[in-house]
Nanobody, 125 residues
Framework: VQLQASGGGLVQAGGSLRLSCAAS????????VAWFRQAPEKEREFVAG????????YYADSVKGRFSISKDNAKNMVYLQMTSLKPEDTAVYYC???????????????????WGRGTQVTVSS
């Protein structure tokens, strides 16, 4: 599965961005799709995830209430709507997917086999 993340950019604190994740030559049906992020000199961390079947969503506490993950079945796309952005949200954001993610591992990067190239999000103060 080849994943492509897009939509990053430079935004002022309090602003919004929407990231998109597309899968080429493969459907997300039956997969868990998630966003992780990695800031300089920090470990990659879970941001949000969605189960394609049922649409169940999961969030890191740090983004709950500000970020929203969603999917478009027809377009085979996953989105991360980010609002009320803070400088500490600055990171490279990665889209990832896997068909065999159990709930207890959903927030672990090691649970996912397929990763896209990241997209940079920079929030200025």
């Amino acid at each position: 599965v080849q994943l492509q993340a897009s939509g990053g950019g430079l935004v002022q604190a309090g602003g919004s961005l929407r990231l998109s994740c597309a899968a080429s030559e493969h459907t997300f049906r039956g997969y868990t799709v998630a966003w992780f992020r990695q800031a300089p000199e920090k470990e990659r961390e879970f941001v949000a995830g969605i189960r394609w079947s049922g649409g169940f969503t999961y969030y890191a506490d740090s983004v709950k209430g500000r970020f929203s993950i969603s999917k478009d079945n027809a377009k085979n796309m996953v989105y991360l709507q980010m609002t009320s952005l803070k400088p500490e949200d600055t990171a490279v954001y990665y889209c990832t997917a896997d068909a065999n993610v159990i709930l207890s591992n959903l927030r672990r990067s090691s649970a996912y086999d397929w990763w896209g190239r990241g997209t940079q999000v920079t929030v200025s103060s």
